[in-house]
């Protein structure tokens, strides 16, 4: 069934986010040469054969489709290859997993990538490397694509990493939301938190539950902070266009002194995360969440739940809306989408845009919301049936889209090196060994002497 196959592929998706790391930045533009499908030629149409009749049926467009990401064959098929075949039926719908074959071997083979994918924090690197950059804008028009139907959240982002044009389309997305324990909850007498609360009443919440009782250490809030960090709800980049990072910022205190001082002052807590071994690679939380079942209120992607089901069974849970700033009340996190668009190479504009325009259209994205992904649409029929088809169709769905997404901030060149070196001081200040101010200006300082060593052009 392709609703769960999008289940698989998101998973993907969601791995690479947490794990992978690409280089590369994104910004030029390639202009490729339209070939319409009417003009393709057939092997009876070859310069020295006999022409074949005009009634002869043509061979299908081919639409070759791959990534980075090194999705496998079986879960991209699963989730969209087949839904495409079956959609449009005069197209060969062909994807080449990464791992099977490079981007560096399909090119030097001369083979012509119709479609590329990635995460968008990764996409612009994918696009740079390789020279891929296509800029659709004039496209969008002629499909009946208006940008005004998407949620703005997610496409002023992805036109300013791509400097105003646009080299791709949202396809799924997802947010930071608020996981908790009801047991939790209960065992201590404390309310379920709420949508729409801000963060000062859930961390007030988290220091009643984060206490040691029966011998079991429980922890208020934890958050995968890979995560949160670059999906902030202040759309705060972690660089500007020149590669100066911007962790001198009060902005950047705030966000600090909010997701990581104050839930984890507590010394029990700072032990508990201390024996897990650490952050590690930021499933400590669901860890705790799931199998320890010692933490209360979990902040992690929202597709989580319906991405591995199986430990979520063994909870009882619910989701709430992400708490927000009193001062920025409705505004979420950041969006992390899944953006298709078309290559340099391609051979086939039209039949191309055809395919990723059925992708963003109202049909394709009622089955992804219905799969338990937040649409890409700011469309409320849509939102209704929001994980309506998952394992969990009871729980809080509309915890999901409460909020207003944050605006995507500007993806900088070397994006995940200005993440790892602002991650890197986030155990040290939970543990009091560094303040927020010191933290900061150190990894200002050790960010602008890695970007000095960096060529600031090419791959």
Not at 102 to 130: P, Q
Not at 283 to 307: H, I, P, Q
């Given at each position: ?402 909020n207003k997404i944050a605006p995507l901030a500007p993806i900088p060149k070397y994006w995940t090196d200005f993440q790892n070196i602002l991650l890197s001081k986030v ?33």
């Amino acid at each position: 069934m392709w609703k769960k196959g999008i289940q698989h592929f998101m998973l993907g998706i969601l791995m690479i986010a947490v794990l992978a790391a690409c280089s590369g930045n994104g910004g030029k533009e390639s202009t490729p040469t339209p070939a319409n499908s009417e003009n393709t030629q057939t092997e009876g149409n070859k310069e020295g054969q006999t022409a074949a009749p005009t009634d002869a049926p043509k061979e299908p467009v081919e639409l070759i489709i791959s990534s980075t990401t090194g999705a496998p064959v079986e879960a991209f098929d699963n989730a969209v290859g087949n839904v495409l075949r079956k959609k449009f039926p005069q197209y060969k719908i062909t994807y080449i997993s990464n791992p099977t074959q490079s981007f560096d071997e399909l090119l030097a083979l001369n083979k012509k990538i119709d479609i590329v994918y990635h995460a968008d924090r990764w996409y612009f690197d994918m696009l740079e490397k390789y020279d891929l950059q296509f800029d659709m804008t004039d496209l969008l028009a002629k499909h009946n694509i208006d940008l005004n139907a998407f949620d703005p959240g997610l496409i002023q982002g992805l036109k300013a990493s791509g400097g105003g044009k646009i080299y791709g389309l949202p396809a799924f997305s997802y947010v930071e939301v608020l996981h908790y324990n009801k047991e939790i909850f209960k065992k201590f007498g404390v309310p379920f938190p709420k949508d729409g609360m801000t963060w000062d009443e859930i961390l007030d919440i988290a220091r009643k539950l984060t206490r040691e009782d029966g011998g079991t250490q429980y922890l208020g809030l934890l958050a995968h902070m890979g995560h949160f960090l670059s999906m902030n709800q202040l759309s705060l980049p972690f660089a500007d266009a020149d590669l100066k990072p911007t962790f001198l910022s009060d902005d950047w205190k705030k966000i600090l002194d909010t997701y990581v001082v104050r839930p984890g002052q507590d010394q029990g807590y700072q032990k508990a995360v201390k024996d897990a071994g650490g952050f590690g690679d930021g499933w400590l939380g669901f860890d705790f969440f799931t199998a320890k079942k010692n933490l209360a209120m979990l902040v992690f992607f929202s597709d989580v739940s319906k991405e591995i089901p199986d430990q979520m069974k063994g909870v009882d849970w619910d989701f709430a809306a992400l708490p927000t700033f009193a001062d920025l009340p409705n505004v979420g996190s950041q969006a992390m989408s899944t953006v298709f668009g078309l290559t340099s190479t391609t051979q086939h504009v039209e039949e191309s845009m055809e395919v990723l325009s059925y992708l963003v259209s109202k049909e394709y994205q009622m089955e992804v919301s219905r799969s338990g992904s937040i649409s890409v649409l700011n469309d409320e029929e849509v939102k209704a049936v929001l994980g309506k088809d998952t394992q969990f169709p009871d729980k809080n769905w509309g915890a999901l889209t409460y909020n207003k997404i944050a605006p995507l901030a500007p993806i900088p060149k070397y994006w995940t090196d200005f993440q790892n070196i602002l991650l890197s001081k986030v155990p040290e200040v939970m543990n009091g060994n560094l303040d927020v101010n010191t933290a900061l200006r150190e990894a200002q300082e050790f960010a602008e002497k890695t970007m000095a060593e960096k060529p600031k052009t090419g791959n």
